[in-house]
């Protein structure tokens, strides 16, 4: 919705930010004004920032999680963590939730989403090739599936376990104790520790 009482890029900005989750048309303008009231230097700094993201981030080769173009993620080239186990997460941003429980060091692989046939996600749509390129390369020992507990997410979790059926890779899920349809990434680090630690096997 645009409103014509402001110049055309005021409109532009308030529709940018409203693009945010969560946002709605009056926090939108209040964050549109705030921005023009800022320091000068400011915005212009914002908007160098956003100018270079496409060319400064990519996903990382390994595992799909945010990193520089082409470059190894900061959890794929740390060689303190266990890369025998891979914990498979369903968006880049929940990989600091399950790092905020301290109960994991392993290494991390990013789907980008889960099956939603309603919503047109199909396994092409998923980062689920070199899933299965580590699990047979890498010497994987256990791939947790930290997918969530709704529909979709118990779906992709049983799709990928009969895909590792006969990898001789031992596949487990998270205990329950997130709430159904929950998304792991506002779950509290003392549920997504409990859940890690009880954690069950799908073979
Ligand atoms: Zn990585």
Request: proline share 3%; charged share 20%.
């Amino acid at each position: 919705m645009t409103n014509s009482k402001y110049p055309e890029i005021i409109n532009d900005l308030i529709a940018a930010f409203k693009s945010f989750p969560g946002v709605g048309q009056r926090s939108a303008v209040r964050m549109a004004f705030a921005v023009l009231k800022w320091q000068a230097g400011k915005q212009k700094a914002l908007g160098k920032i956003l100018s270079e993201l496409d060319d400064k981030i990519g996903p990382c080769p390994k595992c799909g999680n945010i990193s520089s173009p082409e470059q190894l993620c900061n959890y794929c080239s740390d060689m303190s963590r266990n890369h025998n186990v891979i914990c498979v997460v369903e968006e880049v941003t929940q990989i600091s939730s399950i790092e905020a429980s301290g109960l994991f060091k392993g290494g991390y692989h990013v789907l980008g989403g889960k099956l939603a046939p309603l919503e047109g996600k199909g396994v092409d749509d998923l980062n689920l090739a070199t899933l299965l390129k580590r699990v047979k390369e890498d010497d994987i020992i256990e791939v947790i599936l930290a997918l969530g507990q709704d529909v979709e997410g118990q779906a992709t979790a049983i799709y990928i376990s009969d895909l590792m059926k006969n990898m001789n890779v031992k596949v487990t899920r998270l205990a329950r104790g997130l709430p159904a349809g929950s998304d792991i990434a506002y779950a509290d680090s003392a549920t997504i520790a409990a859940a890690l630690s009880g954690r069950i096997s799908l073979d």
